[in-house]
């Protein structure tokens, strides 16, 4: 029973590179969505996808981009990293629509940009 | 100002105590409501979802009130397993919309 599984769980990048984030999951849900976590900030919407081939923006998309090819997978890329970008990073699945809906996480990505 | 603000805490009570934790929250187009449990440095997992009625898991009792925009969560007889963070969030069911709060930190103590 995979879930939601995200990789790498650590990444250490220096400032201006680039680097994907990877997300799958496996319960078929039409919902994904990438999320960061900060110090005092909780979790903020980055991108999410309602479905293949859909994507829009959450609260903080900047320096970010996503696709959505396949229900599994939603990749996030971080174009050109910058020391704001030092955060934990979750990916998470759930079914589109209806009352409280779970929302299920992969483990993070600790990224640090040097 | 942030959409849903709780009192970061930490709470620092002993085995057994009762503790309460608050949650208020801005956008009167929330519709669903959860707290979520976060340990040290592992994902969030959902611990309840908050109907208008109140519910109760356990230990566990969820209250919301929509006309105050205000959500809580008792927990009872406190173990030392209850320490974690503790995430209030709402959503809207339209787009899965799900916004957080900044958590609250519980550590229960012998």
């Known amino acids: 029973n995979a879930g939601v599984t995200q990789t790498p769980k650590f990444q250490v990048l220096k400032t201006g590179q680039s680097m994907t984030l990877q997300c799958a999951q496996d319960?078929?849900?039409?919902?994904m969505s990438w999320y960061r976590q900060d110090p005092g900030m909780g979790l903020r919407l980055i991108h999410y996808s309602v479905g293949a081939g859909i994507t829009d923006q959450g609260e903080v998309p900047n320096g970010y981009n996503v696709s959505r090819s396949t229900t599994e997978d939603f990749p996030l890329r971080l174009l050109s990293a910058a020391p704001s970008q030092t955060s934990v990073y979750f990916c998470?699945?759930?079914?589109?629509?209806?009352?409280?809906?779970?929302?299920?996480f992969g483990q993070g990505t600790r990224l640090t940009v040097v | 100002r942030k959409e849903v603000e709780q009192d970061p805490g930490p709470f620092n009570v002993p085995e057994g105590a009762t503790v309460a934790f608050n949650c208020t929250y801005s956008?009167?187009?929330?519709?669903?409501f959860f707290w979520y449990r976060q340990d040290c440095r592992k994902e969030p997992k959902l611990l309840m979802s908050v109907y208008s009625s109140g519910n109760e898991d356990g230990r566990f009792t969820a209250q919301l009130n929509r006309a105050s925009q205000y959500i809580s969560l008792l927990i009872r007889d406190s173990k030392l397993s209850d320490s974690a963070t503790y995430l209030c969030?709402?959503?809207?069911?339209?787009?899965?919309?799900?916004?957080f709060g900044a958590g609250t930190r519980l550590t229960v103590k012998p």
């Open positions: 956008n009167s187009a929330s519709q669903s």
């Open positions: 969030v709402v959503s809207r069911i339209i787009n899965n919309d799900m916004r």
């Open positions: 319960m078929n849900h039409e919902y």
């Open positions: 998470a699945s759930s079914s589109l629509g209806g009352m409280n809906t779970e929302a299920f």
